[in-house]
């Protein structure tokens, strides 16, 4: 638990894991981490919310499509084919925001 902005602010609470797949060593680091980053001013669950409502791989596709490839490509049903062919099948419920 932390509080952003000194004694006044609610507490917040950030699960870190589940002991048998984090071990003791490796939540007292990423508790280090996340208490820098509260002494830095710095809201450590903001991170954790953008990755959750990151879109996925399988939308930003379809939107790639339909705003970029239909209005400009004639070719644009090729290009959807080799997405949802070579693409999705691997890529399609990753985040989009996790891809590098």
Known sequence: MYRL???????????LGSYPA???AAAREQA?????????GRDPSLKIRELMDADTFETVA????ERYAKPKNR???????EIKN???PRWKRR????IT
């Open 86 to 88: 070579t693409l999705l």
């Open 75 to 81: 070719g644009w049903k090729k290009q959807e084919s």
């Open 95 to 98: 985040k989009i925001n996790t």
């Open 22 to 24: 984090l071990s003791l």
């Open 32 to 40: 280090r981490d996340i208490f820098a980053q509260v002494s830095a």
């Open 5 to 15: 902005g000194g004694r006044g602010a609610r507490k917040q609470r950030i699960t």
């Open 62 to 65: 379809a939107e790639f499509i």
